[in-house]
T-cell receptor, first 114, second 114 residues
Framework: GNSVTQMEGPVTLSEEAFLTINCTYTATGYPSLFWYVQYPGEGLQLLLKATKADDKGSNKGFEATYRKETTSFHLEKGSVQVSDSAVYFCALSAWGGGSEKLVFGKGTKLTVNP | NAGVTQTPKFRVLKTGQSMTLLCAQD?????MYWYRQDPGMGLRLIHY???????AKGEVPDGYNVSRLKKQNFLLGLESAAPSQTSVYFC?????????????FGEGSWLTVV
């Protein structure tokens, strides 16, 4: 079946530190890959996505590259800010049972301290 | 821009009571979803719908029922609430047209069953 595994948190960093949150997936076929972010008290919102191998999604200084050979979609940011504190979810979109569904990882909580 | 709207936002129920969560989207999306979010579990799909008048079970459907009588609305019902259904519930929607489309989330409904 389809599944997503992302590194467990929580992750605590100082402002301007480098961030990596690992995400690997298992899927049949060719899924699309996503990172969603959830700020405290809010719903999830799309951060970035990649729909085919070697694509790089980027937004707000975050990047992730769709690596088919390693089945990975690691999230990176060169210099985090306090405002990046949130929970980050890796997800894949794949067909199953006649429709396309999202499968989420368990989320990684990031806290950035000033 | 309303997007995906969930009501109510907060609710406390006694064990055995029933209630309905309403999700409304104004983006003319075909697909709608109900997820629950629990600590350490990420998001788990309860039920989903690929169009008006159709519903299907997700990963954790037991204890819930859904209806999609109108394209813009997706209702989640708890017939006899249990403490295990204490959670944050998220509705989401997306268009059907192409693979990898962004999914849009509501802001969540916090439900406590005592």
């Amino acid at each position: 079946g389809n599944s997503v595994t992302q590194m467990e948190g929580p992750v605590t960093l100082s402002e301007e530190a480098f961030l990596t949150i690992n995400c690997t997936y298992t899927a049949t076929g060719y899924p699309s890959l996503f990172w969603y972010v959830q700020y405290p008290g809010e719903g999830l919102q799309l951060l970035l996505k990649a729909t085919k191998a070697d694509d790089k999604g980027s937004n707000k200084g975050f990047e992730a590259t769709y690596r088919k050979e390693t089945t990975s979609f690691h999230l990176e940011k060169g210099s985090v800010q306090v405002s990046d504190s949130a929970v980050y979810f890796c997800a894949l979109s794949a067909w199953g049972g006649g429709s396309e569904k999202l499968v989420f990882g368990k989320g990684t909580k990031l806290t950035v301290n000033p | 821009n309303a997007g995906v709207t969930q009501t109510p936002k907060f609710r406390v129920l006694k064990t055995g009571q029933s209630m309905t969560l309403l999700c409304a989207q104004d983006m003319n999306h075909e697909y709608m979803y109900w997820y629950r979010q629990d600590p350490g579990m990420g998001l788990r799909l309860i039920h989903y719908s690929v169009g008006e008048g159709t519903t299907a079970k997700g990963e954790v459907p037991d204890g819930y029922n859904v209806s999609r009588l109108k394209k813009q609305n997706f209702l989640l019902g708890l017939e006899s609430a249990a403490p295990s259904q204490t959670s944050v519930y998220f509705c989401a929607s997306r268009p059907r047209d192409t693979s990898g489309n962004t999914i849009y989330f509501g802001e969540g409904s916090w439900l406590t069953v005592v």
